[in-house]
């Protein structure tokens, strides 16, 4: 059954979490935004080595639950894996979470979330 149109019809925007590259490359292709002040929130976070698990955990909770022009949430493998749980947990149709290799670390299909629903419901 799908969603009602009352469930995605304001969300407008990608939101991404991911390494430098990854972002830097999302910004250039177009995906900024910034929401009018005095909120002033991004719909991007770039993660290095130094970023508190708990900021990259207040991200993902801000794009999924708090924001609602989020449509989709890019998010690198990764990144996606120091927040397993967080990720896992998450079920809602939307936003949509996809995860995305980078530069340094290879997309492994057996990590991804999404990847392991299908193979469950195809009885793999």
Do not use: C, W
């Not at 149109?5 to 407008?12: E, L, M, T």
């Not at 708090?66 to 449509?71: E, N, S, Y």
């Not at 890019?74 to 939307?94: G, M, P, W, Y």
């Amino acid at each position: 059954m799908a969603a009602p149109a009352s469930a995605y019809k304001d969300r407008h925007f990608l939101a991404v979490i991911g390494d430098e590259d990854s972002v830097t490359g999302l910004l250039l292709a177009g995906i900024g935004h910034v929401t009018n002040p005095p909120d002033s929130q991004r719909n991007f976070l770039v993660v290095d080595k130094k970023t508190e698990t708990s900021a990259i955990e207040a991200a993902f909770d801000s794009f999924t639950k708090t924001r609602k022009d989020i449509a989709i949430l890019l998010i690198n493998q990764h990144v996606a894996e120091r927040i397993r749980e967080r990720v896992d947990s998450f079920t809602d149709a939307f936003p949509a979470i996809l995860e995305i290799p980078s530069k340094e670390h290879p997309y492994d299909p057996e990590k991804d979330s999404v990847m392991r629903r299908v193979r469950r419901l195809f009885g793999e």
